[in-house]
């Protein structure tokens, strides 16, 4: 009975809380994508940077804070710059609207020319972020790090596996949880939210209905503003903040967003979990958790790997190929909100 | 008119007497190429033991000695081959300081002082295949191969009683090397490797890396890596989830960031990496500094380079590199005077009068068979948060 716990223990020290974090942030990212996509109809290559924006917008301003004294000890400072970062972000999101992608909508250009507008966009905010931050890495977590050290954990349990969940994990997935429910609940509920479903479902039908397209597209951007903001802060808040693992970032939000049905929002957020706990349990060493499990005899002595960690990132390739193959619109239909 | 001014010039050289006799010492490195950067530094380094000398009046009766530079590159063993030939055959050199880069060596090596009989010291090719090449006793290096280091490194290892290791290396040239060859040294004195895994450079989330390791298990965790980079994360994620608590840190790790980091967390953690408390050391960074040099690495092995082939020309008595390389393990090693850099002229007295010395010079010399420096290693431990040096070895 110690044994299976012991086993369950690892499992959640190692592969759950981790990949329910990462997995937070990669839902967060695709429900982005995915918004941009249903109402503006292209895929958005500079999302991972509009991330990267936001959260060097957070640096900023938890840097004013801690100067000035302000803090909400025990919790990370971010979280108040959190709102400040939202709203430069969708400033910044609204310029770029006007600016750029306003003018190839006029245009009614083809959606591959939008994707190539939006790699252009993507490398403009690049430079830009590094012209302001640099590309060192910056740690912004203060506050306290831990809510259950491993160590704790195991002299209060008296297993011989502990879990240790950090702070900012667990902010991770509380603030993921309240944002996709006000954004569901924005979408289904309110009237703005329904005339964006109307838009993104049928264009010329909206427009005959009264529906104002520039009004719809300036509040997806603002959504796309909040959700990149906040992902992007809770990701650098995790793992430190390095500007270029940013664009790491756009592959597996992008096939978080496909698997679950591109434009589909559930989708995005589940596809969001479905590749981080895919990349963990695929690449995770499964020797001690079997050396618990099964009769000492049978333990095994390899590592029980079925992929070196090198090919993380190749996980979230294989499992896009192989949903583009066996079910091409995702996990959900996808194409409208 | 200026050509003819310059080959009327050139007649003239070729027609003045020669002296007593004019040593020639070729010096063969990267000027251009991948470590240009690092090359100027060199030069100065095998420069200045050669300006010493030849002011210092005292070599082999009072003989003149002069450098004659050449670009051996780094990746261009073509290039390498053709310069070193240009320097033995057209110059006329004695010996050759260099090659820069072990590839280059290799090539001049075979492909010029082999056959012409020239013995060659580089300060600063380390690949271990130069430790097993052929080289007729011609070759020399000043630097240590990266052999020797996993040698050093593993025998702390098994010094300090760690009987199991799992190892993490940054997937380059320098990490698998480090960590492939302290898996070998480390299981040839009797421990057991439980995982040597690669990790990337510069990811987000070095969760999965940190998980595969910690299922491995092990006493300590060896961290091939950058403290500013992965390996640094990696030890945050281990710490984070308490799947180890040591860790071995080679030079890589050895940053002062690191301990700004982690502090009194990982406490306890040791390494070692090149460096020595030879007061060779400080002297030559003084006189190379005095002398308006910027110091880089490998400055001072250059300059002991140099300053080797020179001293066993007085040994031998003989300035041809047939009867000096078999003279230049005794220059660098006991018994004898000791001698520091800036006292070349000392030891060439001492040699001249018939006596014996040590050459220490600025890397503190000493030449293992096959002729190469066994290094000089600083070995480290974090105490209260800060990298404190516990010996040398």
Known sequence: ?337 | MKKIMGVSAAILMLASPAYAEDIKIGISLGFTGPLESLAPAMNNGAQMAISEVAESKSLLGGSNVVAVTGDSTCADTAAAVATGERLVTSENVNAIVGAMCSGAAQAVLEGVAMPNGIVMISGSATAPVLSTVEDNGLFFRTAPSDARSAEVLAEILIEQGYKSAAITYVNNDYGSGLGSAIEANFVAGGGTVTINAGHEENKGDYSADVAALAQAGGDILVVAGYADGGGGAIIQGSLDSGSFETFFLPDGMYADSLTATFGSDIDGSFGASAGTDSPGDATFKTLFAEAGHEYNVYAGEYYDAAALIMLAMQAANSSSSSDLKDHVMDVANAPGEKIYPGELAKGLKILADGGEIDYVGASAVELIEPGESGGAYLQYEVQNGKFATVGYR
């Open chain 1, 1 to 337: 009975m110690i044994d299976i716990l012991n086993a369950i223990t690892l499992l959640a020290n190692y592969i759950i809380v981790p990949s329910l974090a990462y997995g937070s942030q990669l839902a967060l990212g695709a429900l982005g994508i995915t918004l941009v996509y249903a109402v503006l109809r292209f895929s958005n290559f500079a999302h991972g940077e509009m991330m990267s924006f936001g959260t060097m917008i957070s640096i900023f301003t938890i840097w004013l804070f801690q100067s000035a004294g302000i803090s909400i000890h025990p919790l990370p400072t971010a979280l108040l710059a959190i709102p400040v970062s939202i709203m430069i972000t969708i400033m910044l999101l609204l310029i770029l609207d006007r600016t750029v992608f306003r003018y190839y909508q006029a245009q009614r250009v083809q959606p591959v020319t939008f994707m190539i507008v939006s790699v252009g966009v993507m490398f403009f905010l690049a430079g830009l972020i590094r012209f302001f931050i640099g590309t060192s890495k910056k740690n912004f977590a203060d506050g306290e790090r831990f809510i259950i050290k491993a160590s704790e954990f195991k002299q209060i349990t008296g297993l011989a596996e502990g879990v240790s969940i950090r702070t900012t994990q667990a902010i991770t997935v509380i603030v993921t949880l309240v944002l996709v429910t006000a954004v569901f609940w924005f979408l289904n509920k309110t009237r703005t939210g329904k005339s964006m479903r109307a838009f993104s479902d049928n264009e010329d039908l909206a427009l005959l209905s009264g529906i104002k397209p520039e009004r719809v597209i300036i509040i997806t951007w603002m959504l796309v503003g909040a959700l990149a903001a906040v992902a992007g802060t809770l990701y650098g808040l995790d793992k430190g903040y390095k500007p270029f693992v940013y664009l790491q970032l756009v592959l597996p939000i992008f096939a978080a967003a496909i698997i679950g049905g591109v434009g589909n929002p559930i989708g995005a957020v589940i596809g969001g979990y479905v590749i981080a706990f895919s990349e963990a349990f695929i690449t995770f060493a499964y020797k001690r958790f079997f050396t618990y499990l099964l009769p000492e005899e049978w333990a095994p002595e390899g590592l029980v790997q079925m992929l070196s960690t090198e090919y993380k990132f190749a996980v979230s390739f294989v499992l896009l190929v192989i949903v583009l193959l066996v079910r091409p619109t995702g996990l959900f239909r996808g194409k409208t909100l």
